[in-house]
């Protein structure tokens, strides 16, 4: 196993590259793990183009910047279009898209670096519903939300913000782009990876290291620079997956600014070979079995509490696969030896619902990556780093 490297080394790297330092924050929210950062926002026509101040969850699984806007009056913001969300938890969000400036109000700020101000199209949430846990869209019908365990359709009910009881909206830092509904046209990427660093030698990317406990430091690195590449240098190194076309526009002063490409990637942001160890369940005997399973997605996800087993067909959840009611740890292994989830003994089963196509499947790796690695995503390079705690 490499060796660990220390959050004090990632922020003497950081302060060396000139790359500014954002704390996240523990939230604990009944029985789970969240990760919260506080965020200002400034929509022009919203609040009356004054920048709003909240602490939002920090979901790299999420995609899009989802603001609560539930109430407020809408009529001077110039939509972009409609945009929704459904999460594997059941929140629904509907609203629309606009063009904001988001800046963090807590960075610490290397000497001579300018606070970073980034230019993205948000989430404006008009309203939020509850559907049960493991809805989905429908396939066949995308107006139609179905439980992903039974193919039958839901109802959902009205929910309202704070979510996990602090935080007002869905800071999602997934590289997966997010359409306007029923288009075609991109209107939202993650905020995180359209900041275009002004600092010489910085390039596009972040580094991610959550705090571990109540009362923990937690950090966000803004972009990628020789210091911190050298210092990731010995760690796991996983390409991600691009998206298609593979970039998309982002706007240096939008929305007067000349765009510039970055990259993205698919929802699973990357993909390996790996070896499943998992102990039987309870209608087998006590053994050990370990499964090889070949190019399995991987999504990284500080939004969710566990590891959660997306089934498909690559990935079959059944007998022959891990399952909900395993006992013992689950240990996630590429076929190089390298951990992406070790020793979890909170994981679950999602199966894919046999009403539309079947899809590869994939693992959600849950917090629990983040509590066991810092985590460097360069966007610029197209490579994940995984350097141990």
């Given at each position: 196993?490499?060796?660990?490297?220390?959050?004090?080394?990632?922020?003497?790297?950081?302060?060396?590259?000139?790359?500014?330092?954002?704390?996240?924050?523990?939230?604990?929210?009944?029985?789970?793990?969240?990760?919260?950062?506080?965020?200002?926002?400034?929509?022009?026509?919203?609040?009356?183009?004054?920048?709003?101040?909240?602490?939002?969850?920090?979901?790299?699984?999420?995609?899009?910047?989802?603001?609560?806007?539930?109430?407020?009056?809408?009529?001077?913001?110039?939509?972009?279009?409609?945009?929704?969300?459904?999460?594997?938890?059941?929140?629904?969000?509907s609203g629309v898209a606009?063009?904001?400036?988001?800046?963090?109000?807590?960075v610490t700020l290397p000497?001579?670096?300018?606070?970073?101000?980034?230019?993205?199209?948000?989430?404006?949430?008009?309203?939020?519903?509850?559907?049960?846990?493991?809805?989905?869209f429908n396939p066949k019908?995308?107006?139609?939300?179905?439980?992903?365990?039974?193919?039958?359709?839901?109802?959902?009910?009205?929910?309202?913000?704070?979510?996990?009881?602090?935080?007002?909206?869905?800071?999602?830092?997934?590289?997966?782009?997010?359409?306007?509904?029923?288009?075609?046209?991109?209107?939202?990427?993650?905020?995180?990876?359209?900041?275009?660093?002004?600092?010489?030698?910085?390039?596009?990317?972040?580094?991610?290291?959550?705090?571990?406990?109540?009362?923990?430091?937690?950090?966000?690195?803004?972009?990628?620079?020789?210091?911190?590449?050298?210092?990731?240098?010995?760690?796991?190194?996983?390409?991600?997956?691009?998206?298609?076309?593979?970039?998309?526009?982002?706007?240096?002063?939008?929305?007067?600014?000349?765009?510039?490409?970055?990259?993205?990637?698919?929802?699973?942001?990357?993909?390996?070979?790996?070896?499943?160890?998992?102990?039987?369940?309870?209608?087998?005997?006590?053994?050990?079995?370990?499964?090889?399973?070949?190019?399995?997605?991987?999504?990284?996800?500080?939004?969710?509490?566990?590891?959660?087993?997306?089934?498909?067909?690559?990935?079959?959840?059944?007998?022959?696969?891990?399952?909900?009611?395993?006992?013992?740890?689950?240990?996630?292994?590429?076929?190089?030896?390298?951990?992406?989830?070790?020793?979890?003994?909170?994981?679950?089963?999602?199966?894919?619902?046999?009403?539309?196509?079947?899809?590869?499947?994939?693992?959600?790796?849950?917090?629990?990556?983040?509590?066991?690695?810092?985590?460097?995503?360069?966007?610029?390079?197209?490579?994940?780093?995984?350097?141990?705690?």
């Amino acid at each position: 196993m490499a060796s660990g490297i220390s959050i004090e080394q990632i922020l003497e790297a950081a302060t060396l590259d000139g790359a500014p330092q954002i704390p996240l924050t523990f939230i604990t929210f009944k029985t789970m793990t969240k990760i919260g950062i506080n965020v200002s926002v400034t929509v022009p026509g919203w609040n009356n183009g004054q920048p709003v101040s909240a602490v939002y969850e920090f979901d790299t699984g999420g995609k899009g910047f989802w603001l609560n806007s539930v109430g407020v009056d809408m009529t001077n913001v110039k939509s972009l279009g409609a945009v929704e969300t459904l999460y594997t938890s059941g929140y629904f969000y509907s609203g629309v898209a606009a063009t904001a400036t988001i800046t963090f109000p807590n960075v610490t700020l290397p000497s001579g670096t300018p606070s970073p101000s980034i230019h993205a199209n948000v989430g404006l949430v008009t309203e939020f519903l509850k559907y049960p846990q493991g809805s989905m869209f429908n396939p066949k019908d995308p107006q139609q939300v179905i439980s992903r365990m039974t193919g039958k359709p839901v109802k959902s009910k009205p929910d309202s913000f704070p979510i996990f009881g602090q935080c007002f909206g869905d800071f999602g830092a997934s590289l997966c782009p997010t359409t306007v509904s029923g288009g075609n046209t991109v209107v939202m990427l993650g905020a995180l990876s359209q900041y275009l660093p002004p600092v010489p030698g910085l390039d596009t990317g972040f580094v991610v290291s959550v705090p571990q406990s109540e009362g923990d430091a937690g950090w966000l690195i803004l972009g990628i620079g020789n210091h911190l590449r050298t210092l990731f240098g010995s760690a796991n190194t996983l390409p991600m997956n691009p998206a298609s076309p593979g970039s998309f526009p982002a706007w240096n002063t939008a929305p007067f600014g000349t765009p510039t490409m970055v990259n993205t990637f698919s929802e699973q942001a990357i993909n390996a070979t790996v070896a499943v160890t998992q102990p039987t369940c309870n209608d087998a005997p006590a053994q050990t079995v370990t499964h090889t399973l070949q190019n399995v997605g991987m999504c990284l996800d500080t939004g969710c509490p566990h590891v959660v087993m997306h089934g498909g067909t690559v990935l079959t959840v059944g007998n022959n696969q891990p399952i909900n009611y395993g006992t013992g740890t689950l240990n996630i292994m590429t076929t190089t030896g390298d951990g992406i989830v070790t020793g979890s003994k909170d994981y679950s089963a999602m199966p894919t619902s046999d009403v539309g196509p079947a899809i590869p499947g994939y693992v959600n790796t849950g917090v629990q990556n983040f509590i066991n690695f810092h985590v460097m995503y360069d966007i610029t390079q197209s490579n994940l780093y995984l350097a141990h705690r």
